[in-house]
């Protein structure tokens, strides 16, 4: 029989407000996600990239101390995912909710920019369009899809384990995929959808199994920057002792240990602040999912954004105050842009759609999935 119990609800329900400490938590997290993106997805980092020609200089290291933290974003995203699934469940709404959110970008995006020319029609193309998932492999999207469809599952297994038992198995899982797969020559092939898993089980414990040092205010600040400098200092060392793309090692994918270690204090330092209701944050950290979908839409996304528009290359040998302050503008302008624009899509289609399923006959409003 579980023994879980259930601390008191950080959510309440019908309309009652949400505290936004984790709410803030969500947005920085989505900065740095797209801070990541600014890095490696514009040619700094490939062979012929000055952050690869440069490894050392001052500018390299500085691009890293800014864009280094994507895959300990995706962490923390599902830290906060499954700290409020694991009592939740998933429904017929929420998938739809789901899908027209995904739907509405990579359509409308498709359309933009094979108008403007970055995007060619053909069957393959179309095929990938049209599908909600494409590969498991390592896009966010289809991988948080998938992965999304097998909470009930996980919902089970969690609640038929006893607490020891949890923890064995989080004992064995991220010795498995963390501690061997952070250990240089030590090979370990990473699947999101499981690892999603493990991070989800890692939530869940901390929801269904309290304990004071959790919430310890002195701890957990401490805790993540102490982790933040040794991340840091990790990528200072093997810039000068590995190759140039080997030297975020210990956070270049999500298992790492520091991207875990970073991920886990943040999240209890974020989860133990008294951050009161603020309904700016809120609305704000609602929309962070669909900055993601905007800004990593495609490739076409990524060449027009960061290549042609942003032009990080351009601008790698800015002096390093001007580049830091570059940088950061165009990742804070990036995500006020497309926060705006979902938080206009929810006005507009989002809410008047729900307004309009929420009549229909309930039978055609299955409410929960599976339980």
């Not at 709404?93 to 970055?118: E, N, P, Q, S």
């Not at 038929?160 to 061997?180: A, F, P, S």
């Not at 006005?347 to 929420?358: A, G, S, T, V």
Request: aromatic share 14%; hydrophobic share 50%; charged share 15%.
């Amino acid at each position: 029989m579980s023994n879980v119990k259930l601390q008191k609800p950080i959510v309440g329900g019908g309309g009652k407000e949400r505290f936004s400490n984790l709410e803030l938590y969500r947005i920085i997290c989505m900065m740095l996600i797209v801070a990541h993106h600014c890095v490696v997805n514009s040619e700094l980092v490939s062979p012929e990239g000055p952050m690869s020609g440069n490894p050392t200089s001052v500018n390299t290291l500085i691009l890293w101390a800014i864009g280094m933290w994507g895959k300990t974003g995706i962490n923390c995203f599902l830290l906060i995912t499954g700290y409020f699934m694991c009592t939740s469940s998933i429904s017929l709404r929420k998938f739809i909710k789901l899908m027209l959110w995904i739907y509405i970008y990579k359509i409308t995006i498709f359309a933009i920019f094979l108008f403007a020319g970055y995007e060619t029609m053909n069957p393959v193309r179309i095929v990938e369009l049209l599908s909600p998932v494409w590969g498991f492999n390592s896009n966010f999207t289809s991988c948080f899809i998938g992965f999304w469809l097998t909470i009930p599952f996980w919902n089970i297994l969690i609640r038929n384990m006893t607490k020891r038992q949890h923890e064995v198995l989080l004992c064995l899982l991220i010795c498995m995929y963390t501690i061997l797969g952070s250990t240089p020559k030590f090979n370990v092939a990473l699947n999101y959808v499981t690892w999603f898993g493990v991070i989800y089980l890692i939530a869940s414990y901390i929801r269904l199994y309290p304990h004071p040092s959790m919430s310890n205010k002195k701890i957990w600040p401490v805790a993540t920057l102490i982790s933040i400098a040794l991340a840091l200092l990790s990528v200072i060392v093997m810039s000068y002792h590995v190759a140039p793309n080997k030297v975020t090692f210990f956070v270049s994918d999500s298992n790492k240990f520091f991207a875990v270690l970073v991920a886990i204090s943040s999240f209890l330092w974020f989860k133990s602040m008294n951050v009161s209701y603020s309904k700016l944050i809120n609305t704000i950290g609602a929309s962070t999912f669909g900055v993601l979908l905007i800004h990593a839409n495609s490739d076409a996304m990524r060449q027009w954004l960061w290549k042609d528009t942003v032009d990080c290359v351009g601008h790698y040998n800015l002096h390093p105050f001007q580049l830091v302050l570059y940088i950061l503008s165009s990742v804070v302008i990036i995500f006020i842009v497309c926060t705006i624009i979902d938080i206009i899509r929810i006005k507009l289609i989002e809410k008047p759609f729900f307004r309009w399923y929420d009549k229909k006959p309930r039978f055609l409003r299955i409410q929960t999935l599976i339980k």
